[in-house]
């Protein structure tokens, strides 16, 4: 029987900050029990999201976003309705909420809910650079409320 809440910590270990969801995701791992919670840690993008973002009824993602208003180490929680696409393309090509949009239009079986904790980070560029002080002390935090989300 699968899990009815799926934990996704999207990332890229090798880009500074970008590595907090992917971080948070194995610590919440720790945390939660596997029949009840399944959580993926993924630096996966796009329509390789797919098989991620369905069959399961609610979606917690744990990423990080460069909104530049808030400072480093932000936690900022989103419903998915609330989120408004950003014009353009995104740096991952297409992102998570094509592959949700995709989903949907091809009749499969999305999640009811979808919130997204998304820590603000201060460098997502930098190949091998250290994460930011304020995005390293969120990951605690980010843990507690991702675990408090998952066994509600």
Known sequence: MAARVRVLGLGNE???????GILAARKV?????PEEVEVIASSESGLYLLEYV???ARLIVIDSVQTGRTAP?????????NVRAAPGS??????????LALARKLGYN???EVIILAVEAADCLTIGGEMHPGVAAAIPELVERVVRMSVN
């Open 14 to 20: 090798l880009l500074a900050d970008d590595a907090v």
């Open 29 to 33: 791992a720790e945390r939660c029990p």
């Open 54 to 56: 369905t069959d399961v």
């Open 73 to 81: 180490g932000t936690i900022h929680v989103v419903c998915e309705e």
């Open 90 to 99: 995104t740096p991952h090509g297409t992102g998570l909420f094509d592959a």
């Open 110 to 112: 999305v999640p009811k």
